[in-house]
Every structure is written in C-alpha cells, then in structure tokens.
T-cell receptor, first 112, second 112 residues
C-alpha cells in the first residue's frame, strides 16, 4: 500500500519558474526523503529531512516538513529542462525495519 | 551516480521460469533493500538484508527470496515467474542507522 500521496500528479512549467510539489503521509515517520527518477531508471536521492526538522536546503532545492499536518513540500527554484523527471517522496517509520514507503510520484515537465 | 550497481540491466523470461538479480552495494554500506516498481507506480518494498540476515519483508509471496553475502552484495531470486512480476527491480544500500538509501540503476524484468 502507498503511504505517501504526492500532489499534483503532473506539473508542467516554463524553464526558470519555480516548481512546488507536495506529499502527504498517514502514519508517524522518522524521516522523509525525496527522490528523482529519469525515464524509468534508478532513483536519485535528493534530500532527507528528519521528523524533528522543519526545513532543509540543498542547492536549488528546499524541503519543508509539517509533522502536525503529515505533509512535506519540495520546492525547486529556477527550474531547468534537466529537472524534467518523476519525483517521489518516501517515508520510513520507527522500528528496526527501515523500509521506505513511496507515493506514486509526480511527473514534472520543464519546457525550455 | 551512486556506487550501487545492478545486473543485468534487462532480462526477458517466460512464465514459470526462475530469475536471479544481483546488486553490489555502495562501499561501506552493510544494508541492502530490494524494491519492485511497476509501470506508473512508486517502488514497493520487497525485503531488506542487514549483515546477511533478512531484516524485514514487504507484502510479497515466498517465491521472492534473497541473499546477502559477506561483502554485502545481494541477490534477489524469483521463482515461478508470473506476468505481473514484470517490473523494474531496484536495490538500495544504506547505513542501518541513517536510512539514507542510495539506489542502483535497476533491472528491467519482462515476463512473457
């Protein structure tokens, strides 16, 4: 079953614009991670935010986490055509088993 | 690029056959997780290995089995293949406490 639900399912923007993607989840988490996937290839790790963190930055990426609303957002600033990909949020819960639970993903298209 | 490698890249099998997929983890990582990703879906957790022992399993039947070797590389075996087993199979390696998982490029399995 899917834990995370990303929103929107698809997003199309112009190069240079910002892209905001949202993720909601259902149960308590330890960490939330965002991944990028190009054309059905392997997942590229973008950023990990812990449950006691509220915001994190990495280059053009900004991730926020609101554990009271069980939601996270990924902001990509000044988007580039190379950012075109599918984006997934993944959560892991407490306990010894650190499996990741993924949503269905968001398809981002950045038009040149 | 992560240091996680998978082989083979693509594989075509017929229903009822058996398949073995291989994964080499990133240097220093002693935990390997396997995921199945059907077309248009997020990855689904199959199982995880830590120090050669299974450390958690998702909702997959026993015909999905695995191994981890002393050098932390891993195999995923699937017996009695079914058409629905057609998917991208991803392995990810991590340190057990951080759970920042790094994925390989995947193996695309097609069952005819």
């Amino acid at each position: 079953s899917q834990q995370g639900e990303e929103d929107p399912q698809a997003l199309s923007i112009q190069e240079g614009e910002n892209a905001t993607m949202n993720c909601s989840y259902k149960t308590s988490i330890n960490n939330l991670q965002w991944y990028r996937q190009n054309s059905g290839r392997g997942l590229v790790h973008l950023i990990l935010i812990r449950s006691n963190e509220r915001e994190k930055h990495s280059g053009r990426l900004r991730v926020t986490l609101d554990t009271s609303k069980k939601s996270s957002s990924l902001l990509i600033t000044a988007s580039r055509a190379a950012d075109t990909a599918s984006y997934f949020c993944a959560t892991d819960g407490s306990g010894a088993n650190s499996k990741l639970t993924f949503g269905k993903g968001i398809t981002l298209s950045v038009r040149p | 690029e992560t240091g996680v490698t998978q082989s083979p890249t693509h594989l075509i099998k017929t229903r009822g056959q058996q398949v073995t997929l291989r994964c080499s983890s990133q240097s220093g990582h002693n935990t390997v997780s396997w995921y199945q990703q059907a077309l248009g879906q997020g990855p689904q957790f199959i199982f995880q290995y830590y120090r050669e022992e299974e450390n958690g399993r998702g909702n997959f039947p026993p015909r999905f089995s695995g191994l981890q070797f002393p050098n932390y590389s891993s195999e995923l075996n699937v017996n009695a293949l079914e058409l629905d087993d057609s998917a991208l199979y991803l392995c990810a390696s991590s340190f057990p406490l951080t759970n920042e998982q790094f994925f390989g490029p995947g193996t695309r399995l097609t069952v005819l």
